[in-house]
């Protein structure tokens, strides 16, 4: 009835359909983990809003060393618990606005990468402002909860420096 060439083009289509119903699905998870990363961003540092929805019980969060964050002192965080407390504590000593530049997603990662026009720290020496503070937010995902997160600041310089010294690309200001 069939021949054999209409059974392979058949079987190459179904091939076909299910690599790109695997590519449309990995594509959707990504722009899943885009959202969350950085509804996350924004609602904790913005709002002081604490979601533990889609954060792993064991979530590691680690700011740069230098940065001895109230109220535990340290600079690493684990745990929901230490999670929470560093956005209460971010929200009741900071005082800014931020924009959402970019996500990037790849693999199990998403950057977030945001901008504060103005940033103010509250410290008892007196506030600290910082203009166009710029910090990048590294979540690594896994079976769709956050484990950790990286926080980077000042990253807009750098990604220019890297621009103009890898690429020869300049920025438009």
């Known amino acids: 009835m069939f021949n054999k060439n209409f059974y392979f ?7 076909g359909f299910f ?38 019980p064991e979530i590691v969060l680690e700011c740069p060393p230098a940065f001895k964050f109230p109220p ?20 009741l000593n900071t005082i800014h606005d931020i924009d959402v530049i970019d996500t990037i997603a790849e693999g199990d990662k998403v950057v977030v990468i945001i901008n504060a026009p103005t940033r103010v720290f509250k410290t008892p020496s007196g ?9 990048a937010h590294v979540f690594q995902f896994k079976n769709g909860k956050v484990i950790k997160v990286n926080s980077f600041f000042d990253v807009i310089d750098a990604i220019e420096k890297i621009k ?10």
């Open 19 to 56: 690599l790109v119903s695997c590519n449309n699905q990995k594509l959707t998870i990504l722009q899943k983990n885009k959202t969350i990363a950085a509804t996350l961003v924004h609602d904790a540092l913005e709002k002081g809003i604490f979601d533990p929805t889609y954060l792993d």
């Open 164 to 173: 103009v010294e890898k690429y020869k690309f300049k920025s438009k200001k």
């Open 127 to 135: 506030n600290q402002t910082f203009y166009d503070h710029s910090s």
């Open 72 to 91: 535990l002192g340290v600079h690493t965080f684990k745990g929901i618990d230490q999670a929470e407390q560093v956005v209460k504590a971010w929200k």
């Open 9 to 15: 083009i058949l079987g190459v289509i179904v091939i």
